[in-house]
């Protein structure tokens, strides 16, 4: 299972829920969601295989939003761990 997760520019709900519909018809085996609450306005992309997050991000773009991918903050924590 890969996770990736962006940053975004989306603050409306009904428009997330657009979103979501239209990444996961171009997405096969894509489960999609935003956390609008969350400060980066959250958007956050399960898939059992590759993610394309040049094509996500184009996606929104072309509808007139804007992603960007999150670094993954996990691996800094387990380097303060060690």
Do not use: H
């Not at 400060?39 to 956050?44: A, Q, S």
């Amino acid at each position: 299972m890969k996770v990736e997760v962006f940053k975004t520019n989306v603050a409306d709900p009904e428009r997330a829920k657009w979103l979501v519909d239209q990444i996961e018809r171009s997405f096969i085996n894509c489960k999609v969601n935003f956390d609008l609450d969350d400060c980066d306005r959250i958007l956050r992309v399960v898939s059992e295989g590759k993610i394309q997050s040049d094509l996500l991000i184009d996606l929104l773009k072309n509808v007139g939003y804007k992603a960007e991918v999150l670094p993954d903050t996990i691996q800094t924590i387990k380097n303060y761990l060690i």
